[in-house]
């Protein structure tokens, strides 16, 4: 059964860092294309970083320079390192697994139940 458990989320003021993390189970997350995802309310959910089908991280320009995506394999289970965090970050933070699609990251099938991140000014 797979599943996706995520932890780390609370609340923080603005400038502080949290770390979220991600245990996968019934899979093995160094065969899938695995991303974090965020929305907050009111938006769209909007996919802050992921890993490419070529072992690139990727960073949306929101986040770029202030996240680091990370995943241990031997743990299976990803991370995701907020610094420098804002208001704007508010959000509930989802991590995602799916199989790529003619060799992009784009399809997600799997999904965690999500954890509430609040950045207060």
């Known amino acids: 059964q797979v599943q996706l458990v995520e932890s780390g989320g609370g609340s923080v003021q603005a400038g502080g860092s949290l770390t979220l993390s991600c245990a996968a189970s019934?899979?093995?997350?160094?065969?899938?294309?695995m991303a974090w995802f965020r929305q907050a309310p009111g938006k769209q959910r909007e996919r802050v970083s992921f890993?490419?089908?070529?072992?690139?991280?990727k960073y949306s320009e929101s986040v770029e320079g202030r996240f680091t995506f990370s995943q241990d394999n031997s743990k299976n289970t990803l991370y995701l390192q907020m610094n420098s965090l804002k208001s704007d970050d508010t959000a509930v933070y989802y991590c995602?697994?799916?199989?790529?699609?003619?060799?992009?990251?784009?399809?997600?099938?799997?999904w965690g139940q999500g954890t509430q991140v609040t950045v207060s000014s």
């Open positions: 995602a697994a799916g199989r790529p699609v003619f060799g992009e990251c784009k399809d997600y099938n799997y």
């Open positions: 019934g899979f093995m997350i160094r065969n899938y294309c």
């Open positions: 890993i490419s089908s070529y072992g690139e991280t």
